[in-house]
């Protein structure tokens, strides 16, 4: 397997306008999972996914942001309009549930919003 | 809330020695623990993981200790090498819950 994809690598886009990412977890892992990466903050959980379906989107920050998982070989996190505090790197992660697993996470895509 | 710390952001070490990382939590109580790593433009990558009722793991180099009481893991690499060059994230889990990650130690281990 591939590992889990991610696309764009890199997004530069400009505040106000609608950015999309992408993500395919493993073939065969019915968790999916969205993280954001900060220096101040580290990684946060934005939401996750289990056999396709939102557990917990607790994490994420604003109305601004939604997700989406319409099939177990895809996921998007979408964030309409974007602001400058959106810069990030985002990961999609995906794992094969249960009890105790490891999480495999994607390349990650690099936002900035200027 | 819950809170998970690292003992300190950057590390550096002379290549050889053992580099020894620190994670602490408060207000949670996990049944396991992880270790990852991550080098730069790149996602984090699992390690080695240690379950509540372990009190110590090993992987080649690599050693995790896992005191409940102290609410405390600590991440040993011994002979550490230049490639040992990354950060190191530590993980809380329980049950079916996603991770909780600490923020890291970037680890530079000098030749």
């Known amino acids: 397997d591939a590992g889990v994809i991610q696309s764009p690598r890199h997004e530069v886009t400009e505040m106000g306008q609608e950015v999309t990412l992408r993500c395919k977890p493993i073939?065969?892992?019915?968790?999916l999972f969205w993280y954001r990466q900060t220096m101040m903050r580290g990684l946060e959980l934005l939401i996750y996914?289990?056999?396709?379906?939102?557990?917990?989107d607790s994490g994420m920050p604003e109305d601004r942001f939604s997700a989406k998982m319409p099939n177990a070989s895809f996921s998007t996190l979408k964030i309409q309009p974007s602001e400058p505090r959106d810069s990030a790197v985002y990961f999609c992660?995906?794992?094969?549930?249960?009890?105790?697993?490891?999480?495999?996470f994607g390349q990650g895509t690099r936002l900035t919003v200027v | 809330s819950q809170k998970i710390e690292q003992n300190s952001e950057a590390l550096n070490i002379q290549e050889g020695k053992t580099a020894t990382l620190t994670c602490n939590y408060t207000n949670y109580s996990p049944a396991y623990l992880q270790w990852y790593r991550q080098d730069p433009g790149r996602g984090p990558v699992f390690l080695l993981l240690?379950?509540?009722?372990?009190k110590e793991k090993r992987k080649e180099r690599l050693k995790v200790t896992f005191d409940t009481t102290l609410k405390q893991s600590l991440f040993h690499i011994t002979a550490s090498q230049p490639a040992d060059s990354a950060t190191y994230l530590c993980a809380l889990g329980s049950g079916n819950t996603p991770l909780v990650f600490g923020k890291g130690t970037r680890l530079s281990v000098i030749a």
């Open positions: 073939s065969g892992h019915n968790s």
């Open positions: 996914f289990n056999n396709n379906v939102p557990i917990d």
């Open positions: 240690i379950r509540e009722n372990e």
């Open positions: 992660a995906s794992s094969s549930g249960g009890e105790v697993t490891e999480a495999f």
